[in-house]
């Protein structure tokens, strides 16, 4: 599978340059620029090329019906953004519930070309 995904990512243009740090058990993968809902199948691309699972977090609406085990099986993890709780420490609590984790984030916080990203970041 990771030698077919391999050949969609360099068909389609893409090529990857360096070397991910698969040995890294923990770590916050920055995804950037996300400008469009194509980042999504490409970053799942991405990882299949790789070989490493990397998750991420999504508005808790996506993990419903009729998709939401789909999300969830390839490592998407649902926020409730509008719940009165620190999102900071609750995250930093899946890091310490999971012995592999490798969080991808967007900056931007949003899929339309940006300047600058958000101070919060």
Known sequence: MQRFALFIYKALGWKIKGRFPKEVNK??????PHTSWHDFYMGLLFRSCIGVTINFLGKKEL????????FRKVGGIPLDRFKNENK????ANMFKEHEVFRLALSPEGTRKKVENWKTGF
Request: hydrophobic content about 65%; overall charge positive; aromatic content about 28%.
């Open 88 to 91: 900071v420490d609750r995250i």
């Open 27 to 32: 770590m916050v993968v920055i995804a950037a």
């Open 63 to 70: 993990f419903k019906w009729p998709f939401g085990w789909y």
